[in-house]
């Protein structure tokens, strides 16, 4: 190795170093206000965050995207009741999603759950297949079905 050679790893070591150092650093005062703005929050001392953001790059405004309907709260039993009488026009063998269909609308993932646990306990329905991976669980219906129309 010769001098020049030496001299250039080591300015090579020593800029990385430094650029290392600036990164921790950098690093560092982030958490510094993180934990800082988290005190604020905590302690109630004031706003989150007293220094103003910076200003976003100049993006032409977006019209806000449309809320979604907000889902009615039910009344308790109410699910199972709706679950219930939609049993008649559900085929003998049905998924979670066929009682979304019949109910026309998606209830909590949740409650639908229930309200379908309550109906086995009850014996209006019972488990044919349990559900694994992506193969939904399999219920048979147990109530008569309703007559098709015109049939």
Same mark, same amino acid.
């Given at each position: 190795?010769t001098?020049e *050679?030496?001299?250039?790893?080591k300015? $090579?070591?020593? +800029?990385?170093?430094?650029?290392?150092?600036?990164m921790?650093?950098s %690093?560092?005062? @982030? *958490?510094?206000?993180a934990l800082?703005?988290?005190?604020?929050m905590?302690s109630?001392?004031?706003? %989150?965050?007293?220094r103003? %953001?910076p200003?976003?790059a100049a /993006?032409p405004p977006q019209?806000?995207a449309?809320e979604p309907?907000?889902? $009615?709260?039910?009344?308790a039993g #109410?699910?199972? +009741? #709706?679950?219930?009488a939609?049993l008649?026009?559900l085929? +003998?063998?049905f998924?979670? @999603?066929d009682?979304c269909?019949?109910?026309?609308?998606?209830p909590?993932r949740?409650?639908?759950?229930? /309200?379908l646990? +309550?109906?086995?306990d009850?014996?209006h329905? %019972?488990?044919?297949?349990?559900?694994?991976?992506a193969?939904? @669980?399999?219920?048979?219906?147990?109530?008569? $079905? #309703?007559? #098709?129309?015109?049939?």
């Amino acid at each position: 190795m010769t001098r020049e *050679q030496y001299e250039e790893q080591k300015r $090579r070591l020593a +800029e990385q170093h430094r650029s290392l150092v600036e990164m921790v650093d950098s %690093a560092y005062q @982030t *958490q510094l206000q993180a934990l800082d703005m988290v005190w604020r929050m905590m302690s109630g001392e004031g706003p %989150a965050d007293p220094r103003p %953001a910076p200003a976003p790059a100049a /993006a032409p405004p977006q019209p806000p995207a449309p809320e979604p309907p907000a889902r $009615r709260r039910r009344r308790a039993g #109410e699910l199972n +009741e #709706e679950v219930l009488a939609a049993l008649p026009r559900l085929p +003998e063998l049905f998924a979670f @999603t066929d009682v979304c269909r019949a109910l026309r609308y998606n209830p909590d993932r949740g409650s639908l759950y229930r /309200a379908l646990q +309550e109906l086995k306990d009850l014996g209006h329905i %019972a488990v044919h297949s349990a559900g694994i991976g992506a193969q939904p @669980t399999r219920y048979r219906n147990l109530v008569p $079905r #309703e007559p #098709e129309a015109g049939a």
